[in-house]
């Protein structure tokens, strides 16, 4: 199946065997991974939407629960990689575009490629809380009201450091928030190391990172809360 031709749809194709199989591996390798790094609210919303570390979720099933949860609602992007503009502004929507490609056993641990894996087992459970949520609405918001190329990307790159790679205190602990770190051993085990320098959460100089989806990170950000995000994208709103 040629997915770059795919149009955009809700309803997602029959997944392979060997796709579910995948999925299984990396999902059980995660959840025992993540155990004492991740925020609370990833483990919280896996319960809400009912997601299994067996297969691949049904969409249809997901949908009608985000839908009641948060009001967000999951859609094919119909390719393996998306650029900024159409897959953050959807968010304005309140629809979060996931991918049908899921790596392959030879890459595990990372994939430069956003997958199935990412998208669902990254992006949904934090998507199942309300203030999250609501968070996530406003980047995407702000991305469609920003006139100016820079602008654009500055909010692009705070969506990368801020929901993408980041860690949040949670009692004066640093815990796990981006789902890029959620989704993948090698990433997190990178984040967790001291190659990776973890700085306090600075919107600005976030938004002029020339950041790269082909490299590890040399440099990460800590937030004091999901407040503090909120006040940044809200200011960009004004």
Known sequence: MNLKNRKNKSIFRKFRNRE???????AG????SLKNYAHPMHKQGWKLLGLSARSIPNFRAINIKLKSLTGFQVASTG????EDGPWISSLA???IRVTEYIRSKKNLEYTPLPDVFHDVFGHLPFLANKKYA???QKFGLAYVKAKTKKDKLKIANNWWYGIEFSFLKVKGKIKVLGTGLISSEGELNNALSEKVEKLPYDADMVGKINRSAH????KLFVLDSLDQLEKIVDKWLK
Do not use: A, T
């Open 29 to 32: 390798r995660r959840i025992k």
């Open 215 to 218: 490299k590890f990170h040399k």
């Open 79 to 82: 390719v393996q990689y998306e």
């Open 134 to 136: 609501r968070i996530v």
């Open 93 to 95: 929507e309140r629809k």
């Open 20 to 26: 579910h199989e995948v999925w299984s591996i990396l």
